[in-house]
């Protein structure tokens, strides 16, 4: 879900923005949303590389995958030959 969000933005860059909006057919939130995804890639990347998944499953799925993380780790079959 889209939530409204109020910035200023300086003549520069409300004339880039509505050059690119022209250019690329596209929404000038679907143009800062891209922007801060790129900028967040390029400047987050040793941070926290899951950054990415943020926001992709609800509550549900997350804690599945975080239930069957941690089944998994507890039941491993590991076969050594000594």
Request: no cysteine; proline share 2%; net charge neutral.
């Given at each position: 879900?889209?939530q409204?969000?109020?910035?200023?933005?300086?003549?520069?860059?409300?004339?880039?923005?509505?050059?690119?909006?022209?250019?690329?057919?596209?929404?000038?939130?679907?143009?800062?949303?891209?922007?801060?995804?790129?900028?967040?890639?390029?400047?987050?990347?040793?941070?926290?590389?899951?950054?990415?998944?943020?926001?992709?499953?609800?509550?549900?799925?997350?804690?599945?995958?975080?239930?069957?993380?941690?089944?998994?780790?507890?039941?491993?079959?590991?076969?050594?030959?000594?």
């Amino acid at each position: 879900m889209k939530q409204a969000v109020n910035f200023r933005l300086s003549n520069r860059a409300i004339i880039t923005l509505s050059l690119l909006e022209q250019k690329l057919h596209a929404s000038r939130t679907a143009i800062v949303e891209k922007a801060l995804q790129v900028y967040a890639k390029k400047e987050l990347p040793a941070q926290n590389p899951l950054l990415g998944y943020a926001g992709i499953l609800n509550a549900q799925e997350a804690d599945e995958i975080l239930m069957n993380i941690e089944t998994s780790k507890h039941n491993k079959d590991i076969e050594t030959e000594l």
